[in-house]
């Protein structure tokens, strides 16, 4: 079973940087696609950046092209989220998750309604 433990959240002002973490447990990232989501206050969870198993990324959201970029280190098993230039709308809760054994960034979009999330961490972006 996938399990992912987010953290590094955070308040920042607007224009800073923030490096959140997931950490996964139970399976190895070499053959799993990863996605980042977040929730902002009253609005739909929506998915923001994806690495895929061989690497490549992925934009869900063209609100942060040039601003955040999605990364993995296999040995730690672990997929980190850098956001610079951190906007207001930027806030809300970040959660990391996965799919199946294989799975595409796209599948891993598909699927965020049946995923079972964590906790997440809050990112506030405010003056």
């Known amino acids: 079973q996938l399990h992912f433990v987010e953290s590094g959240g955070g308040l920042a002002q607007p224009g800073g940087s923030l490096r959140l973490s997931c950490a996964a447990s139970?399976?190895?990232?070499?053959?799993?696609?990863i996605g980042w989501f977040r929730q902002a206050p009253g609005k739909e969870r929506e998915g923001v950046l994806c690495i895929g198993a061989s690497g490549s990324t992925r934009d869900y959201v063209d609100s942060v092209k040039g601003r955040f970029t999605i990364s993995r280190d296999i040995a730690k098993n672990a997929v980190y989220l850098q956001m610079n230039d951190l906007k207001p709308e930027d806030t809300g809760v970040y959660y990391c998750t996965g799919d199946t054994y294989g799975a595409s960034c796209q599948d891993v979009l598909i699927g965020m309604h049946r995923t079972s999330w964590g906790q997440g961490t809050q990112v506030t972006v405010s003056s």
């Open positions: 139970g399976f190895s990232l070499e053959h799993y696609s």
